[in-house]
């Protein structure tokens, strides 16, 4: 890695080293640059399209007390032209003085950038100069100008006044201004609310917007304020229903990696057995889900019945069917006894087995094949252009996965394949989540055969205040990212959380575009949304300007059985 990343750093010198303040290779896979704020699209633009990155975050910070500044960092993973094992971080960062907290935006060359920025503008304040879409992303409609909570001088009990404010919708419709937040029962494939908006040209889709964010929990802002290091696991692993151990262990990795901390190997290896089980029951929920959304209930109720007896087993290795309570800064809590790893195997044979039987009756039937095959396509270069990560990258024939771009845990001791397919429709994405549950079978079966034996924590002996660390997991869902600065006091002086599915919700226009309202529940289905149900959706006949608020029963029913919108 360091001749490698010798020549990058060389590289880069060469080509837009004018353009730069300064370099620091804080690791051995990390390099950061340092770059005025005018400069910010050039050098990025560079890093991403001339160096073959994608945008993995961008947090911002309130450093003022530190270096008397605000501070963005543009993270990126380097893929294209590195084996795998050996692909470099390349970080941008740029301070922005209080004074002037205004940036150039780098969205209008990578459109990977947009949310990232509208969220600091959000959060911090920090104005992206010229992007194309200054609407609020994260805060209420009701929140107060110029209130900026990750702010430090913002504490995370103050509770501001109401203000009254509609909501922005893109694109306008003239005379309607509806905003509905969704309220009653939670669906399964769902986490937060969520309110989409659909404009039609009769049946077909012209576009689509929605608003996010309803339930924003502040959790970075608790954690920093609140919350020792150690404290805030049990935090993370609440981000997401699903991949909660992801999240959990991607933040250990990001605090140890800021201490210095080696996990000793047998923890390595307990965390991959748990984020495998995370990633094999939520697969199988996923598939079950598709199922149901194409009105194949049968294929629903069996993939769940497989993925009862992976619940029984997560909860055999860990004593709680979600996982958690195990990770710890260091290691993780409970060990993994020999009997218990017996009962697992056997468990896992019967899964598999039961796994085939049905993802074979499935395919052999043209209930959900034909549903979802040349229906909500994503282009590469369009998958390419957001940075979108996990089976929606993969099934549009980006082959990203971070546990064989930067192995993590012990990925690098366990053989498994990564599954790619170039159609980029619906069904791309589901062959991907299905053929690659095969491989976890795999890693899980070989984890628990060929578990070290040794400590499962080591000992935090020295906390440092203000080193940096980048912790990062193949989620099911794709990428988790989180970037740490450690802060005084044993806490956390800036905690960035990143999940897959920030990333892969801005494709979701683009893959809608051109479809019917029928396709759209199957559609967005097949990126494993992370948001809550969404039980209302707003559609405008852009002709006749007609709106009219459709149930989640409704649409369901009009993806099994393709019905008239308007009927």
Not at 132 to 148: A, S
Not at 220 to 241: D, H, M, W
Not at 380 to 393: E, L, T, W
Not at 398 to 427: C, M, N, Q, W
Request: net charge neutral; proline share 7%; aromatic share 10%.
């Amino acid at each position: 890695m360091n001749n490698g990343m010798e020549r990058l750093e060389e590289k880069i010198r060469k080509e837009i080293g004018g353009l730069l303040l300064g370099v620091e290779k804080p690791y051995p896979d990390q390099l950061y640059l340092y770059v005025e704020r005018t400069k910010l699209p050039e050098v990025c633009s560079y890093v991403y399209y001339e160096l073959g990155g994608f945008l993995s975050t961008m947090a911002g910070s309130d450093e003022r007390s530190l270096h008397g500044a605000y501070r963005l960092y543009y993270v990126f993973s380097i893929e294209e032209g590195y084996e795998d094992g050996k692909k470099p971080w390349v970080v941008v960062v740029t301070n922005i003085p209080p004074h002037d907290t205004k940036f150039s935006s780098v969205t209008p060359k990578i459109p990977a950038a947009s949310w990232y920025e509208r969220e600091v503008r959000d959060l911090l304040g920090l104005v992206p100069e010229n992007h194309p879409d200054p609407r609020r992303l994260v805060l209420p409609d009701d929140w107060p100008e110029g209130v900026h909570p990750l702010r430090k001088e913002f504490t995370y009990t103050e509770r501001p006044p109401s203000v009254a404010r509609k909501c922005e919708f893109r694109p306008s419709v003239e005379g309607e201004g509806i905003m509905q937040v969704p309220i009653g029962p939670v669906h399964a494939v769902a986490d937060e609310p969520g309110q989409f908006r659909v404009f039609l040209d009769g049946e077909k889709v012209v576009d689509v917007d929605y608003r996010m964010f309803y339930v924003h929990r502040g959790i970075e802002k608790l954690a920093e304020s609140r919350l020792t290091y150690n404290q805030v696991p049990f935090i993370a692993e609440r981000i997401c229903g699903i991949c909660g151990y992801a999240h959990s262990c991607a933040y250990c990795q990001a605090v140890e990696q800021a201490l210095g901390i080696e996990v000793p190997e047998r923890a390595l290896y307990i965390r991959t057995l748990m984020l495998e089980v995370e990633r094999l029951h939520s697969h199988l929920l996923n598939l079950g889900l598709a199922c149901h959304l194409a009105g194949f209930d049968w294929g629903f109720m069996a993939f769940f019945k497989a993925r009862e007896k992976v619940m029984y087993m997560a909860e055999l290795l860990t004593g709680g069917r979600k996982t958690y309570g195990m990770n710890v800064v260091g290691g993780v809590r409970r060990d993994i006894t020999e009997d218990r790893a017996k009962k697992a195997l056997e468990i896992l044979k019967e899964v598999e087995k039961e796994y085939k039987a049905v993802l074979d009756a499935v395919l052999s039937t043209s209930t959900l094949v034909s549903r979802a095959k040349d229906v909500g396509v994503l282009p590469r270069d369009v998958a390419r252009k957001v940075s979108v990560v996990g089976p929606v990258a993969r099934g549009s024939s980006i082959k990203r996965d971070t546990r064989k771009d930067h192995p993590y845990a012990a990925y690098s001791e366990v053989d498994f394949k990564v599954p790619v397919h170039s159609e980029g429709d619906v069904l791309a994405r589901l062959s991907v989540r299905a053929e690659e549950t095969f491989e976890t079978i795999s890693i899980i079966r070989q984890v628990l055969e060929n578990m070290p034996g040794g400590p499962i924590q080591a000992e935090v002996k020295e906390y440092r205040p203000y080193a940096r660390g980048l912790g990062y997991v193949e989620a099911p869902r794709g990428e988790d990212v989180h970037f740490v600065i450690t802060g005084p006091h044993s806490k956390v002086y800036r905690w960035r959380v990143r999940a897959s599915t920030y990333n892969n919700w801005p494709a979701i226009p683009y893959m809608c575009r051109g479809y019917t309202l029928a396709d759209l529940p199957l559609i967005i289905g097949s990126i494993d949304p992370c948001y809550s149900c969404t039980e209302r959706v707003i559609v405008v006949d852009v002709k006749s300007g007609r709106t009219r608020v459709f149930p989640y029963e409704y649409l369901v029913s009009l993806s099994r059985k393709g019905g008239k919108p308007w009927a």
